[in-house]
């Protein structure tokens, strides 16, 4: 990877975007995962708490209205970020290593060129 003060603008971007959809799928993950966890021990029946079916494991288990609510902002984004942040990583591995080989060249030609060095 290129130190930050010799890369471009736009890969300084979209580094902090891969950082960034990087700590929201964690985010999401966890929580997710909670939710999950915590449901296992819940009712398999519902109840006037717990009236939010969840399918985990062969197994239907409700969730609470707040659980649901969450667990319904949290699943979607879990999924989306990291195919999201797949695809943005792709993407920065391709360039960063265009821009190493584009340095590289330049610093061949300089040596072979005779220019001096900066």
Do not use: C
Request: charged share 25%.
């Amino acid at each position: 990877m290129m130190p930050w003060r010799d890369i471009s603008r736009e890969m300084r971007l979209l580094r902090v975007a891969v950082v960034a959809m990087f700590v929201v799928s964690v985010a999401a993950t966890l929580t997710s995962g909670y939710i999950e966890h915590v449901a296992m021990e819940q009712p398999a029946a519902p109840s006037p708490e717990y009236g939010y079916p969840i399918h985990l494991k062969d197994t239907v288990r409700y969730l609470s209205a707040r659980q649901s609510d969450v667990y319904r902002m949290t699943a979607p984004v879990m999924r989306w970020g990291i195919s999201v942040l797949v695809l943005l990583a792709g993407l920065h591995v391709l360039l960063d290593n265009r821009a190493k080989e584009a340095a590289k060249r330049e610093r061949m030609q300089k040596l072979l060129t005779g220019s001096p060095e900066k």
